[in-house]
């Protein structure tokens, strides 16, 4: 949220002082992301090949932190400057519905996977939006320091409220999606009515109730760099963290974390574009054409710990860039990793966001 | 007096005043002066528009936001005409329902059915999917429309929709300012409390508003010694202490709250210094950090200097010889304080209470950072409001808009008890 206010301030600097210069301009183009690793993934993995290829410049911006308000205050100022921009699939809904990006035809925008299989099918089931590709797909799951319990972690999502046996500080993300889905799985829901049961009152209240338990062992942490720093400093021993960024903590820091897979919620991340830019549609198809094509996204994973949203891309995964560590069994959509897994349901939340989002900022202010 | 009664007294008198080359005095000093005050008018013209551009308007168009309410008027005019010949009983008739069906067709067409089905979710959540669900295969509806709908979705149904529409028809309303202070309509319209585990922004204003008083009162604790610490001493030491004031001042405020962050959490310095000292044990560190105590900690360091200046300014100016007076007069030190000194001092407390308040008041990243769940402010979810949904969008602005008058509330009973004129800031 800080980097969020820190973003929308630079970019309404960034927006009025660039925008002159960088529109209308088809030798290059301007792609949003949300900086560190993951933008560096997509440098290496997309704009470089793709500058190689077509001469067309790459500029970056680290702004998708911000990227719905950035697209709503340019589409409604008539002043476009983002041709490409990476976001979340409930925000891309978001800006869908309300008319900001521009309608994708797979057949037309998107190349067949290597195999043949036409794009509507090689992309993971239920990712593709109308407005919406995607590129990887993440995990946001429940990760421990392994210091802080000598006799073994958690190992479901029940563990995670069981006080007695796991005591210490829980780090939740400071929002209500997910936490009350593990709340309710935690209380014993069945994985596949979990969004049935939150969509009523007494599921909600439910949910609200289950992290009444074990609400005063909780922190609430906003940033994606937090958990990793919170379980390092061991001010929490058990957190919800984004998978890349646990990966990237064990790797680069050899940090003692474990990632508890047991019922990881996923989610895809991907391409929009911001409808306004006609004159670079041309452009900007190729670049989304190349970019999302079966080796360019398994290429990505040999940076980042995401997983490729498309089938054909899973086979061709291979190591971690400068070592021999293979990628798969760290990826979110490894079989093994995916047992008990529940997909993120986007729709869900466009619908209930909004009422659960205040409801949840009411219990944490009583 | 106006030029015509001048010019009389002129007439009358019979002998205007001239200037050496003939003119009228008045006219020739009037226009020397009006090319000063041109002059002086162009030296202001660059802050003026900046004002203008980076203040008034971007106001204006906060407060436009928080009860523009075009969706429904604007969006699907054809319902609005129909709806405003319900009685508001039941369900609609066919009329309406093929109004909105003819609605959503455009709306699909222009892509604003969207933004229809966001202000509706608002207040209904579930909605969005049905009514998006339906534009997609509006233009394949037959009638008759109302069963039509009815079949594609039973919520079509629902009394309470419809009413929500018939209300919504109005082009400004004051729905997103009843959710910013937790009230809302029922379903016959009236304006009631919203269901408690929903109350949260009376809260969060109230929490704001008693937490910036908190630290303000800390800063005029901890600031008004060190002020007159800093106003007494010889200049050498009294230099060297200014830089300990002045160097935080200068640093950056996300390092100062990360310091915080590093000497407060309960594996920090602190807690690891009253672990060694026996003060805690091990499992029983303190939660200093992430919660109202960190809050305000960390705001009452951040904000001390606005504090301790306008404070210094003032005390820098009385002289030590009017404390002396008081007490060769027979007054004790507190009282020679309270009546002497204190007094003295007003200008400056004043300024520095008015600045570290407000600055509190709307304060967002230390707030966001260390309050964890209990400490945060209205700022916090202002922003949150602001990145999310349209709907959320115009919340955020309301409770913008809420918060700026507050502060101007402040300001307008603080110059009446203080007055603004008297303020010393530095």
Same mark, same amino acid.
């Given at each position: ?263 990881? @919620? ?64 760290? @990826? ?35 | ?29 009037? +226009? ?84 229809? +089905? ?57 729905? =997103? ?120 900690? +960390? ?35 507190? =009282?020679?304080?309270?009546?002497? =000194? ?17 600055? +509190?008041?709307?304060? =967002? ?62």
């Amino acid at each position: 949220m800080l980097r969020k206010m820190l973003l929308a301030s630079a970019a309404t600097v960034v927006v009025t002082a660039a925008t002159p210069a960088l529109t209308q301009d088809a030798d290059s183009l301007t792609i949003v992301s949300w900086g560190g690793a993951y933008e560096r993934s997509q440098q290496l993995a997309y704009y470089e090949p793709f500058t190689e290829e077509t001469g067309v410049e790459i500029l970056q911006e680290s702004e998708s932190a911000n990227g719905l308000a950035g697209i709503r205050s340019q589409v409604e100022a008539g002043n476009v400057s983002w041709d490409v921009v990476d976001l979340l699939q409930s925000d891309a809904q978001r800006a869908c519905d309300e008319g900001l990006l521009e309608v994708i035809d797979p057949a037309e925008w998107l190349a067949d996977g290597d195999d043949g299989t036409p794009p509507e099918e090689d992309f993971i089931e239920n990712t593709m939006g109308d407005c919406f590709i995607p590129q990887i797909l993440y995990a946001t799951m429940f990760a421990y320091n392994t210091e802080a319990f000598p006799d073994g972690g958690p190992q479901t999502v029940e563990d995670i409220w069981d006080l007695e046996a796991f005591p210490g500080t829980r780090a939740l993300q400071r929002i209500p999606q997910k936490n009350l889905e593990w709340a309710l799985l935690a209380d014993g829901v069945e994985p596949d009515q979990v969004y049935e049961v939150l969509a009523t009152e007494e599921g909600q209240d439910q949910a609200f109730a289950k992290l009444d338990e074990i609400r005063d062992s909780v922190i609430w942490w906003e940033e994606g760099a937090q958990p990793p720093q919170l379980l390092a400093d061991q001010e929490a021993v058990i957190a919800t963290a984004y998978n890349g960024r646990i990966f990237d903590a064990q790797m680069n820091e050899d940090q003692p974390f474990e990632i508890m897979w047991d019922h990881q @919620m996923f989610e895809v991340d991907g391409w929009v574009i911001p409808v306004g830019n006609e004159d670079e549609l041309d452009t900007i198809k190729e670049f989304i054409r190349f970019s999302t094509d079966t080796q360019r996204l398994a290429d990505q994973a040999q940076y980042i710990a995401y997983g490729p949203a498309r089938n054909s891309s899973a086979s061709k995964v291979s190591t971690f860039e400068g070592t021999d560590i293979e990628m798969a069994p760290h @990826m979110p959509t490894n079989p093994e990793n995916l047992e008990t897994a529940i997909a993120f349901d986007v729709q869900f939340w466009a619908d209930y966001g909004d009422a659960l989002e205040e409801r949840f900022n009411a219990w944490l202010a009583q | 007096m106006t030029d015509a009664t001048m010019a009389d007294m002129a007439a009358s008198g019979g002998q205007e005043l001239k200037t050496s080359d003939g003119r009228s005095l008045k006219a020739a000093l009037k +226009a020397s002066q009006s090319v000063e005050r041109r002059r002086a008018f162009l030296l202001v013209l660059p802050l003026l528009a900046l004002l203008v551009a980076s203040f008034i308007i971007p106001i204006g168009q906060l407060v436009t936001r928080s009860v523009y309410n075009p969706e429904v008027a604007s969006y699907l005019p054809e319902t609005s005409s129909a709806l405003s010949g319900w009685n508001g009983e039941g369900v609609p008739d066919e009329e309406v329902f093929a109004a909105l069906a003819a609605d959503m067709v455009v709306g699909a067409e222009n892509r604003t059915i969207g933004r229809v +089905a966001a202000r509706i979710n608002r207040e209904m959540p579930g909605t969005r999917s049905m009514i998006m669900g339906l534009s997609r295969s509006a233009e394949e509806l037959q009638p008759p429309y109302r069963e039509a709908f009815l079949a594609d979705d039973e919520g079509w149904g629902e009394q309470a929709l419809w009413r929500f529409l018939k209300r919504e028809t109005r082009i400004i309303t004051p729905a =997103y300012y009843l959710i910013a202070t937790d009230l809302e309509y029922n379903a016959e319209g009236e304006i009631v409390q919203r269901p408690e585990n929903y109350q949260v922004y009376r809260t969060l204003f109230w929490r704001t508003a008693w937490m910036s008083l908190t630290i303000t009162a800390l800063c005029v604790l901890l600031g008004y010694p060190i002020a007159h610490l800093l106003a007494t001493q010889p200049l050498r030491i009294a230099n060297i202490l200014m830089i300990l004031v002045l160097l935080p001042f200068w640093t950056s405020l996300l390092v100062r709250t990360s310091s915080w962050i590093v000497l407060l959490q309960q594996q920090g310095v602190i807690n690891d210094m009253l672990v060694w000292l026996g003060v805690v044990t091990d499992s029983g560190r303190l939660r200093m950090i992430y919660n109202k105590t960190g809050t305000i900690i +960390a705001m009452t360091h951040i904000l001390l200097p606005f504090m301790i200046l306008p404070l210094y300014s003032v005390m820098k100016t009385i002289p030590p010889s009017y404390m002396r007076a008081a007490r060769s007069l027979g007054a004790t030190q507190t =009282y020679a304080f309270t009546r002497v =000194y204190l007094p003295l001092t007003i200008p400056g407390l004043a300024a520095g209470v008015l600045l570290v308040f407000i600055l +509190a008041i709307g304060y =967002y990243i230390t707030p966001a950072l260390v309050g964890g769940d209990s400490g945060i402010f209205i700022s916090n979810l202002i922003a949150s409001n602001m990145q999310s949904s349209l709907a959320n969008l115009k919340l955020g602005a309301a409770l913008a808009t809420i918060l700026l008058v507050l502060v101007m509330l402040f300001y307008f009973v603080f110059n009446k008890l203080i007055g603004v004129d008297r303020l010393k800031f530095g």
